[in-house]
Structure formats: structure tokens, C-alpha cells
């Protein structure tokens, strides 16, 4: 298992999503290697990763939504 770096640059540096992408790459690398060696196919684990990474973000948005929500009917009541 490949480490990943904790962030080293604040939430508002404009290098902060690069910083990100860099301290993945190694992992990322990783991950794509045991999938091959497994069998699968590198573009269809290409396209299957991002397909979660789609359904992880709209859960995320799904969930900020939920507690927006909630938060609003708080306050109503």
C-alpha cells in the first residue's frame, strides 16, 4: 500500500488541488497495477474508477443537500 501525503499547503492555496493530485498519484499508480494484474483491462478499470468517483460526488452532494434540509427545518420549528 502506498502512502499518501497530508496536505502541506492551506485549504485556500491555489496549488492546493495539484498538491492533492501529486500526493495520489502514487497510490493511483498503485491501485491501476494490482487491477491489471488481476485481469482487468486498463481502460475498463479506467472507466469503472471513474464511474465511482461520479456516484461518490453526487452521494456528496446528495448529502449536503440532506443536511441543508434538515438544518432549514430546524430552524421552521
Known sequence: MFDI???????D???????CQDAL?????????????????????LLAIADLVDNQLLSLEANRNTESL??????MT
Open 5 to 11: 501525503a497530508q496536505p502541506f499547503v492551506t485549504d
Open 13 to 19: 492555496d491555489p496549488d492546493r488541488y495539484i498538491r
Open 25 to 45: 498519484q502514487g497510490a493511483f499508480r498503485d491501485l491501476l497495477g494490482s487491477a491489471v494484474e488481476a485481469g482487468w483491462a486498463e481502460r475498463e478499470i
Open 70 to 75: 434538515i438544518a432549514l427545518l430546524k430552524r
